[in-house]
């Protein structure tokens, strides 16, 4: 055990003590029962929708519970730290409505960045120098290469400890050797190694053991490094306790790092905090399935669902679907109001399906009135397509006409819209300044019909062309058109003896839809011709003849 003036020429002078830090940061004043929780994502990457999920649990237990959810930001791993990705954080937790109860703009527990906090880890790590609890660790990489090789040729579990653990026990002689040398170290925590399985009760997965931690963990990085900085397992204990956290959600990969955290919360003096282990996101890839991959799945990017516009309503109540099997068979408003219950989690990974994350965003898309699709998609497309947004801004009216289309006042409205990003394919056509007229009557969307079809047909149309109005029967102008044209008044007389007739009436009207629309399938053509206005019907109708728009 080396001396404390040993210890303490290694620290900053005026290195304030434990005492301090848990002055500065007191217990908090909550109800019984209330649960502070933190989301601390590490900014090497984006952010993976497991992240939200996450978040989203953090920050619906706090909120029923009558706790706080904290966002922390855990960049002590600063050679992987990736420019604009706590931005990227921020963005994400906004547009889940999953914003933070505390951070660094409106929390006293801060700061809460880990590389912000380096004077309170030093505090700690010295502390448990002076109790012998931890000591300096001289080991050279070739050194550790040489400890792991002879493992193996041993038979042994890797690891540094017991015999392996080549500086456990150095004389403080020879540390101080090294330290006037100028040898770099780290500093490792001397695990207690007094169990050989260790129990402890996660809020899931109820009463769980596991093999008791026997690694002298560093908890110091290197002293060659311009910023001292921790490892993530001795921060996290350091930060939970100080921020007074008591509810940990996190994934199950770290199951294995509990005996350790539990180790270092004991050391340490603090309280232990209650984890919860999540499953992670699957995903089917073939008959089998597999953890949602960031570097294979493009939906694993939280910037996926936002960039193509899901509302966050629908991901919300899609992932608390997952995380609660019940929620996912309420309506959606019972369901984001219901709290989630950390019994009803299974231990299996949920499958993240996005045919189904489709039909349900879908379904809520249906469900809101037009001005708020309008003001979503402007919002979105003001980001992701600017030159739609601008569009909309300037036709505000057109677009609400389009979306009225059987949509309002009807019981079964249509569900064509499952993202923002849909917005242009599907109603794009309604706006002139993007819709691109078919002027050859050889298209292939005329369903295989010769242009010497397709061209009287527009003719027909054009020069008789009656508006809707209550007073008449909209399609009935088509029906004559095609009787006049020699259609086959429907398509079973045209089954019967294609040779007489140039199609269905069927055809005849999928003519005027491509037309109008430039699509095989819309609403209603009625309604489409209504919203469109009888100056451009006749202008799209004419283009195919190569005329100009006559109302």
Known sequence: MLSNSLIDSLFPAGLPGPDEWERRYPPRELPPGAEVTRFSPSPTGYLHIGGVYVAIIDADIAQHSGGTYLLR???????????????????????????????????????????????????????????????????????????????????ALPGYYGPWAIWRDAPEEQVRERLAAGDPYVV??????????????????????????????????????????PTYHFAHAVDDHLMRVSLVVRSDEWLSSVPLHLQLFDALGFSRVRYAHVAPLMKQDGGSRRKLSKRKDPEASVGFFIEQGYPAEAVQYYLRGLANGKLAEMPLPEALATPIS???????????????????SADHIATLPAPVILAQVITWAQAYDPPLAEVLAAEPDLALGALAIEREGVPNPRKDLRRWADFRAVYGYFFPQIFEPVTDAADPRFGGLDAGTVRPVAEEFGSRYQPPSADTEWFGQIRDLAARLGFAPNQKAYKQDPGSYRGSIRDASQVIRVLLTGTTRSPDLAAVAGVLGTEEVLGRVRAVLGQPSEA
Do not use: H, M
């Open 73 to 155: 930001i855990e960049d002590t791993d600063q050679a992987r730290v990736t420019e604009g990705a706590v931005d990227q954080f921020a963005d994400a937790l906004t547009y889940f409505s999953i914003s933070p109860q505390e951070d660094d703009l409106n929390g006293r527990y801060g700061p809460y960045v880990q590389s912000s906090r380096q004077e309170i880890y030093l505090t700690y790590v010295r502390e448990l120098l002076r109790r012998g609890k931890a000591y300096l660790c001289f080991a050279t990489k070739a050194e550790l290469e040489d400890i792991s090789a002879r493992q193996r040729a041993a038979g």
């Open 188 to 229: 490792r925590f001397r695990a207690p190694g007094t169990a050989a399985r260790v129990g402890f009760t996660d809020a899931i997965r109820g009463e769980l053991s596991a093999d008791d931690n026997r690694n002298d963990a560093v908890i110091l990085k290197s002293s060659d490094q311009p910023l001292r900085l």
């Open 342 to 360: 950390l019994d009803d989690f299974g231990t299996a990974g949920p499958l993240v399906d996005l045919v189904k994350l489709d039909d349900i």
